[in-house]
């Protein structure tokens, strides 16, 4: 179980390495030009681990319907310490542990730098996917309220009528 | 359980030489982790995005600003969706107003 948790501790440090380089990519020649790629990164990652059903310890005389049952088993051997005969049995069925983990990552490109004998320029790239999306949305959205309005002008209209 | 901890922090890249330019970008690193490893669990999301980039030419510095092109558009696209719900329900409001009298 230590060494799982050292493996998630190191996990977990990932992060920590993060560098620019990843989000400004490896300059590419193009004739007389050089192209820097600009992209927007996120990445993610979780993971749990536990351990249930501890095994439990039942000290008793054989004869002796009345045990005396517990987790610890120092603990449960002590109750009957005074008492000859006295037998302690410990069962680890249903003890047990698990562990389990999950990462993801994306990268978008958002633009591109140009380094060329006129200068140095920044040029954005739009996600025309997402803008189209959002414009249909949006689309919805207004005419949904203008419908509304419409109808309640026409109960205003009809009303005073 | 740890509550989540966000942390937001302005991170220099390596410069980057192309000929006698010498660029300096900047990149905003947004990091949200929660939980502990030795608790039994964990977790972690960093987003990088780039900000800008200083342009060092023989001829003087320069400041670029590296706009999130898609971001603003999808920003202005929710104001316009706020504003004409807004509207729509100030019309409402007015017509039912104009009604009762």
Redo the contacts between chains.
């Keep these: 179980m230590d060494e799982l ?1 050292a493996m ?2 190191k ?2 440090s990932i ?1 920590d390495e ?7 990519g490896k ?1 590419q020649t193009v004739g007389d030009r ?1 192209l ?1 790629p ?13 351990t249930g059903g501890p095994g439990e310890c039942c000290c008793a005389e054989s004869d002796d319907e009345e045990a005396c049952c517990g987790v610890d088993e120092d603990e449960t051997e002590a109750c009957c310490e005074h008492d000859e005969g006295c037998e302690c049995e410990c069962h680890d069925e249903g003890a047990g542990s698990g562990g389990g983990g999950g990462a993801g990552g994306r990268a978008r490109p ?2 591109y ?1 140009e ?1 060329g004998p006129d ?4 040029e ?4 025309e996917q ?2 189209a999306l ?2 249909m949305l ?1 689309g919805a ?2 005419i949904a ?2 419908g ?2 419409l109808v ?2 026409f ?2 209209i009809t ?2 009528e | 359980m740890q509550m989540p901890v966000q942390k937001i922090r302005v ?4 410069p ?1 030489v ?2 006698e ?1 010498r ?1 300096l ?3 905003l ?1 947004t ?1 949200v ?1 929660g ?1 502990n ?2 608790d ?11 900000v800008s ?1 200083v ?1 060092e ?1 023989p001829d003087g510095a ?1 400041w ?7 971001e603003n ?2 920003s202005q ?1 929710a104001a ?2 706020a504003a ?2 807004l509207v ?1 329900v100030l ?2 409001a007015l ?2 107003l ?2 009762k009298r």
């Design positions: 948790k998630l501790e996990i977990g992060g993060i560098n620019v380089d990843a989000v400004f300059p050089v820097i600009v992209a927007e990164i996120a990445y993610g990652f979780g993971a749990g681990l536990g958002i633009a730098i380094v200068g140095t320029k920044v954005p790239i739009m996600d997402k803008i959002a414009g949006l959205w207004a309220w203008v509304m309005v309640t002008l109960h205003a009303g005073r | 991170v220099a890249g390596t980057i192309v000929g330019r660029l970008p900047s990149v690193v990091t982790e939980g490893a030795s039994g669990g964990f977790f972690r999301f960093v987003k990088a995005r780039p980039m342009v030419e320069r670029l600003e590296i706009p999130n092109t898609t558009t999808l696209m316009a969706g004409i719900a729509s019309l409402m017509l039912h104009v009604r």
